[in-house]
Protein backbone atom coordinates (compact mmCIF):
# COMPACT_ATOMS: atom_id res chain seq x y z
CA UNK A 1 0.00 0.00 0.00
CA UNK A 2 1.53 3.61 -0.91
CA UNK A 3 0.80 5.84 2.19
CA UNK A 4 1.12 8.97 0.34
CA UNK A 5 -1.66 7.58 -2.37
CA UNK A 6 -3.86 6.78 1.21
CA UNK A 7 -3.40 10.41 2.53
CA UNK A 8 -4.03 11.98 -0.65
CA UNK A 9 -7.31 9.47 -0.54
CA UNK A 10 -8.19 11.10 2.89
CA UNK A 11 -7.34 14.84 1.50
CA UNK A 12 -10.07 14.30 -1.71
CA UNK A 13 -12.53 12.92 0.73
CA UNK A 14 -11.67 16.17 3.15
CA UNK A 15 -12.38 18.45 -0.18
CA UNK A 16 -15.41 16.85 -1.52
CA UNK A 17 -16.99 17.06 1.85
CA UNK A 18 -15.67 20.77 3.37
CA UNK A 19 -19.07 21.76 4.81
CA UNK A 20 -19.65 18.60 6.71
CA UNK A 21 -16.11 19.28 8.24
CA UNK A 22 -16.80 23.07 8.46
CA UNK A 23 -19.50 22.26 11.00
CA UNK A 24 -18.04 19.70 13.07
CA UNK A 25 -14.82 22.32 13.31
CA UNK A 26 -15.43 22.44 17.08
CA UNK A 27 -14.85 18.78 17.94
CA UNK A 28 -12.43 17.52 15.84
CA UNK A 29 -10.22 16.76 19.21
CA UNK A 30 -10.12 12.76 18.23
CA UNK A 31 -13.94 12.67 19.65
CA UNK A 32 -15.17 13.28 16.57
CA UNK A 33 -14.20 10.78 13.73
CA UNK A 34 -15.52 9.65 10.97
CA UNK A 35 -17.94 7.09 11.52
CA UNK A 36 -17.70 3.15 10.15
CA UNK A 37 -18.74 3.01 6.71
CA UNK A 38 -19.32 6.42 6.67
CA UNK A 39 -18.30 8.43 3.18
CA UNK A 40 -15.23 9.07 4.22
CA UNK A 41 -13.96 5.87 5.05
CA UNK A 42 -15.70 4.33 1.59
CA UNK A 43 -14.12 7.09 -1.05
CA UNK A 44 -11.19 4.90 -2.06
CA UNK A 45 -9.90 6.59 -5.42
CA UNK A 46 -7.33 4.05 -4.86
CA UNK A 47 -9.49 1.21 -5.30
CA UNK A 48 -11.73 3.35 -7.82
CA UNK A 49 -8.47 3.58 -10.23
CA UNK A 50 -7.26 -0.17 -9.69
CA UNK A 51 -11.28 -1.23 -10.44
CA UNK A 52 -11.62 1.18 -13.70
CA UNK A 53 -8.04 -0.64 -14.59
CA UNK A 54 -9.75 -4.19 -14.83
CA UNK A 55 -12.74 -2.77 -16.62
CA UNK A 56 -10.70 -0.97 -18.88
CA UNK A 57 -8.51 -4.45 -19.29
CA UNK A 58 -11.40 -6.47 -19.57
CA UNK A 59 -13.56 -3.59 -22.68
CA UNK A 60 -10.33 -3.94 -24.58
CA UNK A 61 -9.71 -7.77 -24.65
CA UNK A 62 -14.04 -8.41 -25.24
CA UNK A 63 -13.13 -5.57 -28.43
CA UNK A 64 -10.12 -7.56 -29.83
CA UNK A 65 -12.05 -10.87 -29.34
CA UNK A 66 -14.44 -9.65 -31.14
CA UNK A 67 -12.39 -8.24 -33.88
CA UNK A 68 -10.50 -11.64 -34.54
CA UNK A 69 -14.05 -13.11 -34.95
CA UNK A 70 -15.21 -10.59 -37.36
CA UNK A 71 -11.93 -11.42 -39.22
CA UNK A 72 -11.83 -15.25 -38.98
CA UNK A 73 -15.51 -15.23 -40.01
CA UNK A 74 -14.61 -12.82 -43.47
CA UNK A 75 -11.53 -15.10 -44.21
CA UNK A 76 -14.27 -17.99 -44.18
CA UNK A 77 -16.95 -16.13 -46.51
CA UNK A 78 -14.40 -14.61 -48.72
CA UNK A 79 -15.50 -11.11 -47.03
CA UNK A 80 -12.08 -9.12 -48.81
CA UNK A 81 -13.53 -6.43 -49.91
CA UNK A 82 -16.72 -5.73 -52.56
CA UNK A 83 -14.09 -4.09 -55.41
CA UNK A 84 -11.79 -7.09 -55.24
CA UNK A 85 -14.10 -10.07 -55.64
CA UNK A 86 -16.15 -8.15 -58.33
CA UNK A 87 -12.37 -7.06 -59.84
CA UNK A 88 -11.48 -11.31 -59.39
CA UNK A 89 -15.16 -12.39 -60.84
CA UNK A 90 -15.36 -10.15 -63.97
CA UNK A 91 -11.72 -10.51 -64.92
CA UNK A 92 -12.29 -14.25 -65.10
CA UNK A 93 -15.29 -13.88 -66.65
CA UNK A 94 -13.17 -11.53 -69.56
CA UNK A 95 -10.38 -13.94 -69.59
CA UNK A 96 -13.33 -16.75 -70.45
CA UNK A 97 -14.70 -14.88 -73.06
CA UNK A 98 -11.15 -14.12 -74.54
CA UNK A 99 -10.67 -17.90 -74.86
CA UNK A 100 -13.99 -18.25 -76.81
CA UNK A 101 -13.20 -16.18 -79.15
CA UNK A 102 -9.69 -17.51 -79.80
CA UNK A 103 -10.98 -20.48 -80.69
CA UNK A 104 -13.67 -19.09 -82.61
CA UNK A 105 -11.87 -16.95 -84.55
CA UNK A 106 -9.37 -19.66 -85.23
CA UNK A 107 -12.33 -22.20 -86.41
CA UNK A 108 -13.14 -19.15 -88.69
CA UNK A 109 -9.63 -19.17 -89.54
CA UNK A 110 -9.43 -22.34 -90.77
CA UNK A 111 -12.42 -22.51 -92.12
CA UNK A 112 -11.29 -19.90 -94.86
CA UNK A 113 -8.14 -21.26 -95.41
CA UNK A 114 -9.66 -25.18 -96.44
CA UNK A 115 -12.39 -22.66 -98.71
CA UNK A 116 -8.84 -21.39 -100.15
CA UNK A 117 -7.29 -24.88 -100.61
CA UNK A 118 -10.21 -25.74 -102.35
CA UNK A 119 -10.52 -22.82 -104.72
CA UNK A 120 -6.97 -23.14 -105.61
CA UNK A 121 -7.36 -26.81 -106.47
CA UNK A 122 -10.43 -25.73 -108.91
CA UNK A 123 -8.80 -25.45 -112.06
CA UNK A 124 -12.29 -23.88 -113.48
CA UNK A 125 -11.44 -21.26 -110.04
CA UNK A 126 -10.67 -17.52 -111.61
CA UNK A 127 -8.44 -15.39 -110.52
CA UNK A 128 -11.45 -13.35 -108.62
CA UNK A 129 -12.40 -16.40 -106.98
CA UNK A 130 -9.15 -17.23 -105.61
CA UNK A 131 -8.38 -13.50 -105.13
CA UNK A 132 -11.65 -13.50 -102.78
CA UNK A 133 -10.93 -16.95 -100.72
CA UNK A 134 -7.32 -15.65 -100.05
CA UNK A 135 -8.85 -12.32 -98.44
CA UNK A 136 -11.28 -14.41 -96.53
CA UNK A 137 -8.02 -15.95 -94.73
CA UNK A 138 -6.40 -12.76 -94.48
CA UNK A 139 -8.71 -11.71 -92.57
CA UNK A 140 -9.91 -14.82 -90.54
CA UNK A 141 -6.18 -14.35 -89.55
CA UNK A 142 -6.11 -11.12 -88.29
CA UNK A 143 -9.45 -11.50 -86.00
CA UNK A 144 -7.67 -14.71 -84.65
CA UNK A 145 -4.09 -12.70 -84.20
CA UNK A 146 -6.96 -9.90 -82.30
CA UNK A 147 -8.54 -12.52 -80.32
CA UNK A 148 -5.14 -14.50 -79.24
CA UNK A 149 -3.84 -10.38 -77.80
CA UNK A 150 -7.36 -10.08 -76.20
CA UNK A 151 -6.80 -13.27 -74.57
CA UNK A 152 -3.28 -12.27 -73.68
CA UNK A 153 -4.67 -8.98 -71.66
CA UNK A 154 -7.49 -11.03 -70.16
CA UNK A 155 -5.07 -13.59 -68.85
CA UNK A 156 -3.28 -10.73 -67.25
CA UNK A 157 -5.99 -9.14 -65.88
CA UNK A 158 -7.26 -12.34 -64.41
CA UNK A 159 -3.33 -12.89 -63.06
CA UNK A 160 -3.64 -9.47 -61.01
CA UNK A 161 -6.91 -9.63 -59.68
CA UNK A 162 -6.26 -13.44 -58.49
CA UNK A 163 -3.22 -11.59 -56.72
CA UNK A 164 -5.15 -9.15 -55.35
CA UNK A 165 -7.52 -11.54 -53.78
CA UNK A 166 -4.98 -13.79 -52.52
CA UNK A 167 -3.41 -10.52 -50.83
CA UNK A 168 -6.63 -9.09 -49.22
CA UNK A 169 -7.13 -12.96 -47.69
CA UNK A 170 -3.22 -12.72 -46.72
CA UNK A 171 -4.03 -9.24 -44.97
CA UNK A 172 -7.18 -10.87 -42.81
CA UNK A 173 -5.43 -13.69 -42.19
CA UNK A 174 -1.89 -11.24 -41.05
CA UNK A 175 -4.41 -8.92 -39.33
CA UNK A 176 -6.04 -12.36 -37.36
CA UNK A 177 -2.45 -13.07 -36.02
CA UNK A 178 -1.65 -9.69 -35.31
CA UNK A 179 -4.89 -10.00 -33.34
CA UNK A 180 -4.24 -12.88 -31.15
CA UNK A 181 -0.75 -11.68 -30.52
CA UNK A 182 -2.64 -8.46 -28.83
CA UNK A 183 -5.27 -11.07 -27.28
CA UNK A 184 -2.58 -12.41 -25.40
CA UNK A 185 -1.46 -9.26 -24.00
CA UNK A 186 -4.45 -7.90 -23.30
CA UNK A 187 -4.83 -11.71 -21.36
CA UNK A 188 -1.78 -10.91 -19.50
CA UNK A 189 -2.81 -6.64 -18.27
CA UNK A 190 -6.02 -8.25 -17.60
CA UNK A 191 -4.61 -10.57 -15.29
CA UNK A 192 -1.96 -8.44 -13.70
CA UNK A 193 -4.83 -5.83 -13.44
CA UNK A 194 -6.97 -8.61 -11.48
CA UNK A 195 -4.11 -9.49 -9.35
CA UNK A 196 -3.32 -5.29 -8.19
CA UNK A 197 -6.69 -5.43 -7.63
CA UNK A 198 -6.90 -8.78 -5.54
CA UNK A 199 -3.85 -7.83 -3.51
CA UNK A 200 -5.09 -4.23 -2.65
CA UNK A 201 -8.21 -6.42 -1.64
CA UNK A 202 -6.69 -8.36 0.30
CA UNK A 203 -4.39 -6.06 2.06
CA UNK A 204 -7.15 -3.53 2.97
CA UNK A 205 -9.11 -6.59 4.21
CA UNK A 206 -6.43 -7.78 6.14
CA UNK A 207 -6.80 -4.93 8.75
CA UNK A 208 -10.34 -4.57 9.22
CA UNK A 209 -9.88 -8.23 11.23
CA UNK A 210 -7.90 -6.41 13.80
CA UNK A 211 -10.29 -5.35 16.86
CA UNK A 212 -11.36 -1.71 17.16
CA UNK A 213 -10.36 -0.04 20.19
CA UNK A 214 -8.14 -1.36 23.46
CA UNK A 215 -6.05 2.06 23.36
CA UNK A 216 -6.16 5.43 24.58
CA UNK A 217 -4.11 7.56 23.13
CA UNK A 218 -3.43 11.75 24.27
CA UNK A 219 -1.24 14.21 23.35
CA UNK A 220 0.07 17.81 25.13
CA UNK A 221 2.02 20.33 24.10
CA UNK A 222 2.85 24.05 23.56
CA UNK A 223 0.24 26.21 21.91
CA UNK A 224 2.64 27.38 19.42
CA UNK A 225 5.79 26.49 17.83
CA UNK A 226 7.87 28.87 16.52
CA UNK A 227 9.46 28.12 12.81
CA UNK A 228 13.00 27.16 13.02
CA UNK A 229 12.59 25.47 16.82
CA UNK A 230 11.44 22.32 18.29
CA UNK A 231 9.00 21.91 20.67
CA UNK A 232 8.10 18.90 22.52
CA UNK A 233 4.91 17.19 23.11
CA UNK A 234 4.14 13.97 25.84
CA UNK A 235 2.01 11.28 24.43
CA UNK A 236 1.05 8.49 26.42
CA UNK A 237 -0.78 5.62 25.55
CA UNK A 238 -2.76 3.80 27.73
CA UNK A 239 -4.38 0.06 27.53
CA UNK A 240 -8.03 0.16 28.32
CA UNK A 241 -8.38 -3.96 26.92
CA UNK A 242 -9.78 -6.47 28.95
CA UNK A 243 -6.18 -8.36 28.57
CA UNK A 244 -2.64 -7.95 28.68
CA UNK A 245 -1.05 -6.32 25.19
CA UNK A 246 2.16 -8.13 24.14
CA UNK A 247 3.61 -5.53 21.99
CA UNK A 248 2.25 -1.93 21.56
CA UNK A 249 2.92 0.64 18.90
CA UNK A 250 2.14 4.64 18.24
CA UNK A 251 2.12 5.73 14.41
CA UNK A 252 3.14 9.63 14.17
CA UNK A 253 1.72 12.12 11.22
CA UNK A 254 3.09 15.81 11.80
CA UNK A 255 2.58 18.90 8.81
CA UNK A 256 1.42 22.12 8.45
CA UNK A 257 -1.72 22.42 6.79
CA UNK A 258 -2.90 24.40 4.10
CA UNK A 259 -3.98 28.11 4.31
CA UNK A 260 -6.39 28.28 1.73
CA UNK A 261 -9.28 26.37 -0.39
CA UNK A 262 -7.10 26.63 -3.62
CA UNK A 263 -4.41 24.97 -2.31
CA UNK A 264 -5.83 22.39 -0.45
CA UNK A 265 -8.39 21.87 -3.61
CA UNK A 266 -5.20 21.81 -5.44
CA UNK A 267 -3.06 19.10 -3.37
CA UNK A 268 -2.24 15.95 -5.63
CA UNK A 269 -1.91 12.49 -4.97
CA UNK A 270 1.69 13.05 -5.00
CA UNK A 271 1.90 16.09 -3.39
CA UNK A 272 1.29 15.25 0.06
CA UNK A 273 4.44 16.50 0.99
CA UNK A 274 3.08 20.19 1.05
CA UNK A 275 1.89 19.14 4.40
CA UNK A 276 4.94 16.93 5.90
CA UNK A 277 7.53 18.90 4.23
CA UNK A 278 8.06 21.57 6.96
CA UNK A 279 7.99 19.67 10.12
CA UNK A 280 10.13 16.43 11.70
CA UNK A 281 9.45 14.58 14.56
CA UNK A 282 11.79 12.54 16.66
CA UNK A 283 10.56 10.15 19.83
CA UNK A 284 12.43 8.55 23.02
CA UNK A 285 11.11 7.24 25.86
CA UNK A 286 13.09 5.90 29.62
CA UNK A 287 13.44 2.90 27.76
CA UNK A 288 14.65 4.67 24.66
CA UNK A 289 16.28 7.48 25.56
CA UNK A 290 18.23 7.78 22.27
CA UNK A 291 16.02 10.39 20.07
CA UNK A 292 14.98 8.47 16.73
CA UNK A 293 13.52 10.02 14.24
CA UNK A 294 10.33 9.42 12.53
CA UNK A 295 9.89 9.16 8.72
CA UNK A 296 7.51 11.59 7.39
CA UNK A 297 4.66 9.65 6.26
CA UNK A 298 4.83 7.27 9.24
CA UNK A 299 6.17 4.21 8.28
CA UNK A 300 8.15 3.33 11.50
CA UNK A 301 6.32 3.89 14.62
CA UNK A 302 7.49 4.71 18.35
CA UNK A 303 7.78 1.51 20.16
CA UNK A 304 6.59 1.46 23.89
CA UNK A 305 6.59 -2.42 24.12
CA UNK A 306 4.06 -4.69 26.63
CA UNK A 307 1.33 -3.10 28.26
CA UNK A 308 -0.29 -4.56 31.11
CA UNK A 309 -4.04 -4.26 31.55
CA UNK A 310 -4.37 -1.03 32.60
CA UNK A 311 -0.81 0.10 32.47
CA UNK A 312 -0.21 3.08 30.57
CA UNK A 313 3.31 3.79 28.45
CA UNK A 314 4.61 7.38 27.73
CA UNK A 315 7.07 9.28 25.13
CA UNK A 316 8.48 12.43 24.17
CA UNK A 317 7.86 13.50 20.67
CA UNK A 318 10.55 16.51 19.91
CA UNK A 319 8.67 18.37 16.84
CA UNK A 320 11.20 20.78 14.71
CA UNK A 321 9.84 23.18 12.56
CA UNK A 322 11.88 24.17 9.41
CA UNK A 323 13.00 27.90 9.55
CA UNK A 324 11.65 28.87 6.19
CA UNK A 325 7.81 27.31 7.11
CA UNK A 326 4.72 29.80 6.70
CA UNK A 327 3.04 30.52 9.45
CA UNK A 328 -0.15 28.52 9.99
CA UNK A 329 -1.96 25.68 11.80
CA UNK A 330 0.20 22.68 12.46
CA UNK A 331 -0.75 19.52 13.64
CA UNK A 332 0.48 16.59 15.33
CA UNK A 333 -1.26 13.33 15.20
CA UNK A 334 -1.03 10.09 17.15
CA UNK A 335 -2.11 6.55 16.39
CA UNK A 336 -1.79 3.48 18.13
CA UNK A 337 -2.02 -0.50 17.59
CA UNK A 338 -1.28 -3.54 19.24
CA UNK A 339 -0.37 -6.97 18.95
CA UNK A 340 -1.13 -9.87 21.01
CA UNK A 341 -0.03 -13.52 22.02
CA UNK A 342 -2.51 -15.76 20.26
CA UNK A 343 -1.83 -13.39 16.86
CA UNK A 344 -4.48 -11.19 17.11
CA UNK A 345 -4.28 -6.92 17.12
CA UNK A 346 -5.99 -3.69 17.44
CA UNK A 347 -6.09 0.00 16.84
CA UNK A 348 -7.51 3.10 17.99
CA UNK A 349 -8.03 6.09 16.04
CA UNK A 350 -5.32 9.00 15.99
CA UNK A 351 -5.41 11.85 18.71
CA UNK A 352 -4.41 15.10 17.15
CA UNK A 353 -2.90 18.39 18.98
CA UNK A 354 -3.25 21.59 16.88
CA UNK A 355 -0.94 24.30 17.21
CA UNK A 356 -0.18 28.06 15.55
CA UNK A 357 3.38 27.84 13.68
CA UNK A 358 4.68 31.66 14.27
CA UNK A 359 7.19 32.94 11.78
CA UNK A 360 10.49 33.63 13.28
CA UNK A 361 10.76 37.41 13.97
CA UNK A 362 14.25 39.28 11.97
CA UNK A 363 17.32 39.32 13.76
CA UNK A 364 17.39 41.88 16.91
CA UNK A 365 13.96 42.27 17.53
CA UNK A 366 12.07 40.40 20.09
CA UNK A 367 9.70 37.53 19.50
CA UNK A 368 6.92 38.51 21.95
CA UNK A 369 5.68 34.88 23.74
CA UNK A 370 2.50 33.82 21.49
CA UNK A 371 -0.77 34.46 22.79
CA UNK A 372 -3.50 32.05 22.37
CA UNK A 373 -6.73 33.51 20.43
CA UNK A 374 -9.50 32.62 23.23
CA UNK A 375 -7.17 32.81 26.70
CA UNK A 376 -5.08 30.14 28.15
CA UNK A 377 -6.81 27.35 27.56
CA UNK A 378 -6.42 24.76 30.91
CA UNK A 379 -5.83 20.90 30.53
CA UNK A 380 -8.83 19.06 28.87
CA UNK A 381 -9.62 15.57 28.16
CA UNK A 382 -8.37 14.82 24.16
CA UNK A 383 -8.08 10.88 24.47
CA UNK A 384 -11.14 10.15 22.70
CA UNK A 385 -11.25 7.44 24.94
CA UNK A 386 -12.46 9.02 28.35
CA UNK A 387 -8.86 8.93 29.42
CA UNK A 388 -6.72 12.22 30.08
CA UNK A 389 -3.18 12.91 30.10
CA UNK A 390 -1.73 15.88 32.30
CA UNK A 391 1.98 15.74 31.34
CA UNK A 392 3.73 18.70 32.72
CA UNK A 393 5.86 20.79 29.88
CA UNK A 394 7.87 23.80 30.15
CA UNK A 395 7.28 26.93 28.02
CA UNK A 396 4.62 27.47 25.66
CA UNK A 397 0.44 26.53 26.05
CA UNK A 398 -0.96 23.55 25.65
CA UNK A 399 -1.49 22.93 22.18
CA UNK A 400 -5.59 23.23 20.53
CA UNK A 401 -7.25 19.42 20.84
CA UNK A 402 -10.48 20.50 18.80
CA UNK A 403 -10.76 23.04 16.07
CA UNK A 404 -11.93 26.12 17.96
CA UNK A 405 -10.47 29.60 17.16
CA UNK A 406 -7.21 28.32 16.82
CA UNK A 407 -8.29 27.56 13.26
CA UNK A 408 -10.04 29.46 10.25
CA UNK A 409 -13.08 28.05 8.91
CA UNK A 410 -10.75 26.72 5.77
CA UNK A 411 -7.96 25.41 8.17
CA UNK A 412 -10.39 23.31 9.57
CA UNK A 413 -11.79 21.76 6.78
CA UNK A 414 -7.94 21.21 6.36
CA UNK A 415 -7.73 19.74 9.50
CA UNK A 416 -10.43 17.29 8.97
CA UNK A 417 -8.12 16.18 6.50
CA UNK A 418 -5.07 15.39 8.12
CA UNK A 419 -7.25 13.74 10.98
CA UNK A 420 -8.36 11.65 8.22
CA UNK A 421 -4.80 11.31 6.62
CA UNK A 422 -3.58 10.31 10.10
CA UNK A 423 -5.74 7.36 10.60
CA UNK A 424 -5.00 6.22 7.03
CA UNK A 425 -1.34 5.87 7.68
CA UNK A 426 -2.36 3.73 11.13
CA UNK A 427 -4.81 2.22 8.47
CA UNK A 428 -1.82 1.55 5.69
CA UNK A 429 0.78 0.11 8.48
CA UNK A 430 -2.06 -2.25 10.02
CA UNK A 431 -2.90 -3.37 6.23
CA UNK A 432 0.63 -3.51 5.46
CA UNK A 433 1.82 -6.11 8.29
CA UNK A 434 -1.61 -8.10 7.95
CA UNK A 435 -0.62 -8.89 4.17
CA UNK A 436 2.61 -9.88 5.28
CA UNK A 437 1.60 -12.27 8.02
Not at 79 to 91: C, T
Not at 94 to 104: I, K, N
Not at 294 to 309: F, M, N
Amino acid sequence: MKIRRILATAVAAAVTTPVVFLSAAPAFAGTQKPAAGSSAEQDDPAHGRLVAAVERAEKKLKSLREQRERVLKDLDNDNIGKDVVEEEAAAKKALAEAETAVTDTAAALKAAQDALALVEADPEATPEAKELAAGLVTAAGTKAQEAAAARTAAAERRDKAVDAWHDARVALARKASVLADDIAKAEKALAAAEAALEKYEEEEGSWEECEDGGLAVSLTGPRSVTAGTSAVFSLTVENTAKKDLEAVHAYVFSGILPNSAKDLEELEEDDVEKIVRHTTVEWSSTAHPKWTKLPALGIDAVELGALSKGGKADAKLRLTVAKGAPAGVGVLSAAGEYDIEDGGCGYTEDEDAYFDVVKAKPAGKPVPEAKPSTGTPAPVDHTGQGGSSSVPLTGGQLAATGAGDALPGIGAAAGAAVVLGAGAVFAARRRKAGAGA
